[in-house]
T-cell receptor, first 117, second 113 residues
C-alpha cells in the first residue's frame, strides 16, 4: 500500500521570502505521479504542480517548484517570493498510473502555511 | 466552462435521514471521484468511477452508494446518515489518462446531528 507523509503540520513565512514544504511517500511501484494541491480558506482544492516519476527534471510552475528525490522517496515544494494569497493548506498526493486504482489520489494530512505581511 | 460543480454547498441532516450529493463536470472527463475530508486529515477516497457505467469502492465506502448517471454526473448517496459522516465532501474528475490531474469541485459541508 502507498502512504504519503507530511511532517510539518504548520509553517509560516514572511511575504516575499522562500519556503519549502516537505513530503515523503512510500511505494514499491516504479511508475507513479506526485502532486501538490492547495486548499485556501474557500476550501476549493487547486492543483499547484505535478511530477511524473519517470522524469528526472524537477517540475516548475512560475513561483512553485519541486525537489523530487526518487531514491529517497521525497517530494518537497518550494514557494519563492511568497505572497499573502499563498496562505492555505497544502496537500501532497500520490497516484499510480495503471490498473484499477489508476488516478486514485492518496493524500498526506496537509501543511498549513501562513504568509505574514 | 464551470469545471466541477457540486450541490448543495451546505446540508444539515438528522441521524437516519437520507440524501444525495450531486456532482457534475463539463470537461468531458472519463473519471470521477468522491472524497471526504475530516479535520486534521487529508482527503480520503470514498468511491470512484473510472469511466461511464463503472464504479468502484475506495478507501472508506461503508455507508455510501454512488451512481454514475452519465459521463457528466456522479452522485453520492447516504441512505441512513450517521454523525460519523459529518465531513466535507469533494467531487473530482480527471481525464483518466496518463495525465491523471484531478480537478475538484468546491465541496459540500455536511453535518449530521
Amino acid at each position: 500500500a502507498q502512504t504519503v507523509t507530511q511532517s510539518q503540520p504548520e509553517m509560516s513565512v514572511q511575504e516575499a521570502e522562500t519556503v519549502t514544504l516537505s513530503c515523503t511517500y512510500d511505494t514499491s511501484e516504479n511508475n507513479y505521479y506526485l502532486f501538490w494541491y492547495k486548499q485556501p480558506p474557500s476550501r476549493q482544492m487547486i492543483l499547484v504542480i505535478r511530477q511524473e516519476a519517470y522524469k528526472q527534471q524537477n517540475a516548475t510552475e512560475n513561483r512553485f517548484s519541486v525537489n523530487f528525490q526518487k531514491a529517497a522517496k521525497s517530494f518537497s515544494l518550494k514557494i519563492s517570493d511568497s505572497q499573502l494569497g499563498d496562505t492555505a493548506m497544502y496537500f501532497c498526493a500520490f497516484s499510480l498510473t495503471y490498473g484499477g486504482s489508476q488516478g486514485n489520489l492518496i493524500f498526506g494530512k496537509g501543511t498549513k502555511l501562513s504568509v505574514k505581511p | 466552462n464551470a469545471g466541477v460543480t457540486q450541490t448543495p454547498k451546505f446540508q444539515v441532516l438528522k441521524t437516519g435521514q437520507s440524501m444525495t450529493l450531486q456532482c457534475a463536470q463539463d470537461m468531458n472527463h472519463n473519471s470521477m471521484y468522491w472524497y471526504r475530508q475530516d479535520p486534521g486529515m487529508g482527503l480520503r477516497l470514498i468511491y470512484y468511477s473510472a469511466s461511464e457505467g463503472t464504479t468502484d469502492k475506495g478507501e472508506v465506502p461503508n455507508g455510501y452508494n454512488v451512481s454514475r448517471l452519465n459521463k457528466r454526473e456522479f452522485s453520492l448517496r447516504l441512505e441512513s446518515a450517521a454523525p460519523s459522516q459529518t465531513s466535507v465532501y469533494f467531487c473530482a474528475s480527471s481525464e483518466g489518462t496518463s495525465i491523471n490531474s484531478q480537478y475538484f469541485g468546491p465541496g459540500t459541508r455536511l453535518t449530521v446531528l
